[in-house]
């Protein structure tokens, strides 16, 4: 083993969230890690500008992700059964609500990631978790009034 395989050790390929987070992870540090953020004579004050930019861009993805899950919830809040005979609605709605509290779960920690570094405000976690609980109640609310028909 020379020392160029020490100090330099063979690249594998990443996937597209892997390459995604380090790009997303890089900017952050860029913007956050280095100073580039504060003013230069040592106020300790955030500049504006930057933090403006973080907010836009998570407000970018914070927004469709958050859109995404609302379009699942109303989906499976507004579809309705026929009766205790139609499995496969109350299956849809079954899985339209896990859907949901995966994405609910999902935008939450994404939405922390922003949150707590200051970026944004603590607001921003209410959809995500007013989703999430919508999917649950819905999830609760078809398993305890529509039960499984025994002999199917």
Request: hydrophobic residues 50%; charged residues 15%; aromatic residues 10%.
């Amino acid at each position: 083993m020379g020392v160029a395989e020490i100090v330099h050790p063979p690249r594998i390929a990443p996937g597209p969230i892997a390459v995604s987070v380090a790009l997303l992870a890089g900017w952050q540090r860029r913007a956050h890690g280095r100073g580039f953020d504060e003013y230069p004579d040592g106020r300790g004050e955030e500049r504006p500008e930057v933090t403006g930019e973080l907010r836009w861009f998570w407000g970018v993805v914070l927004v469709p992700a958050n859109l995404l899950n609302a379009y699942v919830a109303y989906g499976a809040l507004v579809i309705q059964p026929q009766g205790v005979w139609d499995e496969g609605t109350l299956t849809g709605i079954e899985v339209a609500s896990a859907l949901a509290i995966v994405l609910g779960v999902a935008v939450t920690l994404l939405a922390l990631v922003p949150v707590r570094q200051k970026v944004l405000s603590r607001w921003w976690l209410a959809p995500s978790l007013v989703l999430l609980a919508a999917g649950a109640a819905r999830w609760a609310y078809i398993v305890h009034t529509y039960p499984p028909v025994p002999g199917d």
